[in-house]
């Protein structure tokens, strides 16, 4: 932990008799690691003889290390040893743990010319975390990325996901599963994980200081540059950690707003994300200021990494300011089409539901057309209309929206108010929800829960069980117990579609309902 955190170069053991006089002497450097994920198999003939190592050395768990007996475990079950332990001095070409330890040499030999072999160890570094983080911002500068942390990462990179949390951990597991959903639609590749279960959330620490040691390990193992925080971090938690690592730092709100960007097409869609980006990162630029302040004020000046922060806080600001204007104008277009569309008198329904429940999907096949629909989160971003004809002549204007996620962060519930706004004027919703996805009943939950924070609970509505072809016989009875309101469908194949189509039809021209005040 040492070696990584002081960044040092090497920690040596001198061992001295009675006397004061030099016995043995034992060191240890860092290790690019090469890890496979089949190197993750316990060995329980070596952790004994870390364990003996640590002992020989007595005192070292308080003095050198700072380690707890929880975090020898910790490295011991990840299996941290390598071969070099059992033959002391031979380094093995693949080591499977990032660093060496040399044997005991008797004082009067040990070949103390370190510079050499450390000299060595660094170009392979730089060699191996070529692609990892080190070369993040060079190749591809992001746009408002003052401090490092904040912003964009390269497709491909390799990520940690954590999550510190007071849920119980299968809760925490069921969070992380989605959040590598996430990641895999940005981009990242997921290296590994890591959970801890807390009574209470620090405001200003997200992590122990024994936690963060142990990502630091994990992120070195899988050679990850990017650490992904389940939830959202407040700017005192980014910034803190922005000074204790330097892999980039994202949390869950960055991640999906960042899945926006890469996924909005049209004029309106871009704005409106661009502005919950900029709100999200403008207070975490503050934050990371008065860090600055900190670290300047030593050497009495102000730096210019200071003076970019501040020239990068009025821009956004102004930008802000700009896309407010823009937004304003393309809304009163929306408006007008509205108002368009009532002339023609045409009834509207809406599809919503939770991201990748097969609202698309649904679409395409009512209407017969081919909007993108994809195996990935928030696939549709901007709101599409076609029109659907039923027997009859009936016809209505079907409008495809963005996709519903738990925890919708705030700053894209307040971008995305506009687009749902045509929710509003929908005379009926028809909600697709996933029904072979192992959290439905959370992803109904998460939908329910924001239709009422929109207003849109009064809205006449239909409950579509969509995937019904996944669903296993045997599943299939309960489910349409436990919904007896609901219709089973497959976007896919079209199961069930006519008997909700013509519940949707019933419900939209029925005499009785008034479509239009
Ligand atoms: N097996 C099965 N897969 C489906 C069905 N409907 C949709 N899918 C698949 O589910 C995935 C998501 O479908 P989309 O239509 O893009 O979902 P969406 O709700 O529009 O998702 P977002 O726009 O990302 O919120 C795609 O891979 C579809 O092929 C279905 O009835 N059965
Ligand atoms: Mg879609």
Redesign the pocket.
Known sequence: MDLLFLRLDSIGVLTVNEFGSPLHFQSAHLLPALISDESYIHDAGKPDKIRKQLEFFGNTQETNTNLQAEDIDFILTQNLYNAPLEKPGTQTGSPSVPYHVTEFFAWDKTPLDLSAEIEAVEEEFARLMRGSHSTENAKNPPKYDANGSLGTFQAGSRSVLVSVSKAPKTIQERNLAELAELAGTAGLNVAGSLIQRVTSINPRQILSQNKLAELEVIALQGHAGVIVFDGELSPAQLQNLAELTERKVLDRTQLILDIFAQHAKTGAGKLQVEMAQLKYTQPRLVGKNRAMDRLMGGIGGRGPGETKLETDRRRIKDRIAKIKIELEKLKKQRQANRAKRRRYDLPAAA?V????????????KLTKSEV??????????DPTTRRLRFPEEHEIVLA?T??FIRDLPKELMEAFRATLEELNEADMLIH?L?A?HPEMEQQLESVEKILEELGLSDIPRILLL?????IPKNAQDPLLERFSNAFP?????G?GLAEASAFIEKTLFSKNTPLHE
């Open positions: 599809l539901g939770y991201t990748n429940a097969g609202k698309s999907t649904l679409l395409n993108l629909a994809e195996n990935k989160l928030f696939a549709t971003l495809d963005v996709g697709v996933d072979s969509n995937k019904w072809d996944n469908v497959s976007a896919l194949s199961f």
